[in-house]
């Protein structure tokens, strides 16, 4: 399943007043930001602007979806569309959207089967879907992925059998993203690692610690057909320990 999901913002301070109003209180706050499985850090030479990526946060009714987007609407923040039915995606699916300050849009959404804390969904736009097909196929038995949708012009996966992320044809791609999957023991990682590289994908981070975000942090990294930032990350310790 995702460990965590980043993107870098052009403003640090107007995007985390976006994300407290849309999310909450943040769990870490200081030049990276995070609630929960979702994070934001400001633009720098090593990490460019998130552009044209969709987020859906669960919620635990619809009621919640309305309420999310009256006051985030109310607050002044555009909307991407009004509550309500979206039975294209699903029978019971029930969302509304919302443009962050970099104009990614944002989602509260409930519905049968959907995450109710967290991540529950991404749409990524990317010029070539069969491409973005081929590589996170490549890498799937590495950090537990399962493709559920396979067409020429979307292709899905799900990530631990709940948390979903599709890739949609679109002229100009999603870009800035930072896709992290949580695996269970450090040869996992490598195998990720060795796999995405003998396919002949580019390398962004080998494997190793990363004391920097907490010890037993031990990660690797490659970019997707894309240019964004792919992860499997093994714990070895819990933060804090």
């Known amino acids: ?57 669960g919620v635990e009714d619809r009621e919640a979806v309305d309420r999310w987007w009256q006051r985030l609407t109310e607050a ?17 699916y029930y969302g509304a959207f919302v443009l962050d300050p970099d104009g990614n849009s944002i989602e509260a959404v409930h519905g049968e089967g959907i995450v109710e804390k967290g991540i529950d969904h991404l749409w990524f736009r990317t010029r070539d879907p069969r491409a973005a097909k081929s590589f996170y196929e490549t890498i799937a038995a590495t950090v537990g992925l399962e493709l559920r949708h396979d067409s020429a012009e ?18 100009e791609p999603t870009a800035g993203v930072h896709l992290a999957f ?5 040869e996992a990682v490598e195998a990720f690692h060795a796999a995405a590289l003998a396919a002949g ?41």
């Open 1 to 57: 399943m995702f460990d965590h999901v980043d993107i870098a913002v052009s403003d640090l301070a107007a995007s985390r007043r976006f994300y407290v109003e849309a999310l909450g209180l943040q769990d870490v706050d200081g030049e990276w930001v995070e609630w929960s499985d979702f994070g934001i850090r400001e633009v720098d030479d090593e990490h460019p602007l998130t552009r044209r990526l969709h987020v859906g946060f």
């Open 76 to 92: 002044g923040y555009e909307s991407d569309g009004e509550p309500g039915p979206r039975p294209q995606y699903s029978p019971s």
């Open 154 to 171: 979307r292709a899905s996966f799900s990530a631990g059998g709940r948390q979903g992320f599709s890739f949609v044809a679109g002229a």
């Open 182 to 186: 949580a695996v269970r023991s450090r």
């Open 201 to 241: 994908y580019r390398d962004n981070g080998g494997p190793g610690e990363r004391p920097q975000y907490h010890p037993g942090y031990y990660g690797a990294f490659v970019l997707d057909p894309d240019g964004n930032n792919v992860e499997a990350v093994f714990h070895d310790r819990p933060r804090g320990d």
